[in-house]
Every structure is written in C-alpha cells, then in structure tokens.
C-alpha cells in the first residue's frame, strides 16, 4: 500500500507541475522554483554574516563582537533577492514546495556533517502551523538529516505561544529568553545543530541553543536560511 501510495504522490505531483509549472524565483526558468544554477550563484556567493549584529565575520559566522553560546553558525545569506522571495513563499503562501529549495541551500552551505550530528527544528507556534498546513522549520530540517544521513529529533518546544512577529527587538528578546524547554536529554559530545528559516536578532537561536545545553548538550550549532538584515 504504501509504495501505491508513493506512485500516486508522484502521479499528482507530475499532473501539478504540468497544469501549475514552477518558474525559477530568480532567473524565471521553467521547472523548478529555485533552479539549480541560481542555487549555485546563492551558495557561492555566500558571505559569513553575524546572526546578532548582520555585519560580516571572519569565519564560520561567529562573531567577536557578538558573543554567542553556539559554537558554529551556519548562514546562507542575507533575507533579499531570490531566497527572501522563497522565504515569503513558504512561509506566507502556503508554497510548500519551496522547503526543498531552501533545505538544499542550507545543506550546501553546511557541508557534510559529523554522522553523530543531531538536527533540531526549532519548534513554530501552532497556530502558524495550522494557517500554513505544516510546520515549515520541521520540513527544512528533516530534509537536511535525510540529505546528511544524520538523526532528526525534534527535541524543543516552546514554552508558552509568544508570537514574535511585529514585536519591538527588546520585546523579541526577553519573549526568547523563556520561549524553550527540551523535551529529553542530550547527549554529550554530539553536535546538536538547531535549524530555523530567518534570524532577526538571533535570540531565538541563542536561547534554543541554551536550552540544550540545559538538558546536557556539549556543543551547539545553528543554521539559518537567511538573516533580517537591519532597519
Ligand atoms: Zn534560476
Ligand atoms: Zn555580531
């Protein structure tokens, strides 16, 4: 039954593409909403930016002005052009084909992982995922675990539903401090690395990354697809 299953997935999936084709978000070819060259020109062009601060670091995205309790930050690039107009698409449209575009970004510009690494989303507010239809940080992330052959486990939750969007930066930050419990232990001397779409001040991500380290994690990365650059 399932494999039935799978064949009309793709027969449905076909039958879409044919009646709604994708046209690249940035060079307009059709077939694909991200095509694979313009994939390339984004990760190539990639720049290490600080998640806190947007300004450019020397590496791996950590900044010296920014102190941050994760240990490696993963960025594609800044929120503009092709993968903000991605972003917009999945998150506001209910595009939920742009996960694997945007998954594929960020296994491209995280490289391979360790095969210990764990891959966390970092968990949206229900009533987002029930407006969307899915939980966009859970398809992004497992996605990339799959892509990585690495163990996906949604170990966070958040604690109470905070909205975030339309809140002032001081708001955003003191929302985070409380937003995050892990649901289990970790494991020490396993990268735990935290996935999310956007960054804006970088405290969600500083906070999910201190929750695991509450639970016993020893080492903390992060991954955004892009950072909100500043007003
Ligand atoms: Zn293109
Ligand atoms: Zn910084």
Redesign the pocket.
């Known amino acids: 039954m399932p494999m039935m299953q799978n064949v009309k997935n793709t027969i449905a999936q076909v039958v879409k593409e044919m009646i709604f084709p994708h046209y690249c978000c940035s060079c307009g070819r059709i077939g694909s909403i991200l095509c694979k060259g313009c994939e390339y020109d984004i990760v190539c062009d990639r720049e290490n930016i600080?998640?806190?601060?947007?300004?450019l670091?020397i590496a791996k995205c950590l900044?010296?002005?920014?102190p941050a309790s994760y240990t490696r930050a993963f960025v594609v690039s800044a929120r503009n052009g092709a993968v903000a107009q991605l972003i917009d698409q999945f998150k506001f449209y209910r595009a939920r084909d742009a996960a694997l575009p945007l998954a594929d970004l960020l296994v491209a510009t995280i490289g391979q992982l360790p095969p210990e690494t764990v891959i966390v989303p970092v968990p949206t507010i229900a009533p987002h995922i029930r407006q969307r239809g899915y939980d966009h940080t859970v398809l992004l992330a497992r996605r990339i675990a799959q892509a990585n052959g690495v163990c996906y486990t949604p170990l966070l939750r958040r604690r109470r539903n905070s909205r975030q969007r339309g809140s002032s930066r001081s708001q955003r930050q003191i929302q985070a401090q409380s937003a995050f419990v892990a649901k289990g232990k970790c494991v020490p001397d396993v990268p735990y690395l935290i996935i999310d779409d956007i960054a804006t001040t970088g405290s969600t991500l500083e906070y999910a990354a201190r929750a695991l380290y509450g639970a016993g994690a020893t080492e903390v990365w992060v991954a955004v697809v892009a950072v909100q650059p500043l007003d």
Do not use: A, H, Y
Not at 50 to 55: E, P, R, Y
């Open positions: 600080c998640l806190v601060c947007k300004q670091t900044c010296s002005r920014c």
